[in-house]
């Protein structure tokens, strides 16, 4: 039995479901002038996984964007623009916590504090 084979497509139909049921389309102007749009579920809560304890939720004030499906190359939509429900942003950083989730997280445009000094990441 190919049971890896039989759990990823599940998983990959769960995603899909939930992609359909709460993403919204977001367009990114790329660096290098391009726009790109992508499904993307935006929220304001990160779940941060810790060796030393258990997971915690931290209050991301910017925003994060999931993209469920689809591992987004950090050298592509780092630095682009996006527009929000809290108008437009950055994505200053991109994490991966599953192999087929994508996380990317914004800033204000314009600000240079890098992410490690707020959020630890």
């Known amino acids: 039995m190919n049971f890896q084979s039989r759990f990823d497509k599940a998983m990959m139909r769960a995603d ?3 992609t359909k049921a709460f993403a919204c389309e ?3 102007e790329l660096k290098t ?4 749009p992508y499904q993307c ?3 304001t809560k990160l779940l941060s996984q810790s060796a030393e304890g258990p997971p915690v939720f931290k ?3 910017n925003g994060i964007l999931k993209v469920l499906n689809l591992r987004i190359s950090k050298d ?3 630095d682009a623009v996006v527009k929000t429900q809290l108008g437009q942003r950055r994505v200053a950083s991109v994490l991966y916590p599953e192999p087929t989730v994508s996380v990317l997280v914004l800033s204000p445009l314009g600000e240079s504090e890098t992410l490690n ?3 630890g990441f």
């Open 16 to 18: 899909n479901a939930i």
């Open 26 to 28: 977001y367009t990114f």
């Open 33 to 36: 002038g391009e726009s790109v």
């Open 41 to 43: 579920i935006y929220d």
């Open 59 to 61: 209050e991301m004030k």
């Open 76 to 78: 592509v939509v780092i």
């Open 117 to 119: 000094k707020k959020y």
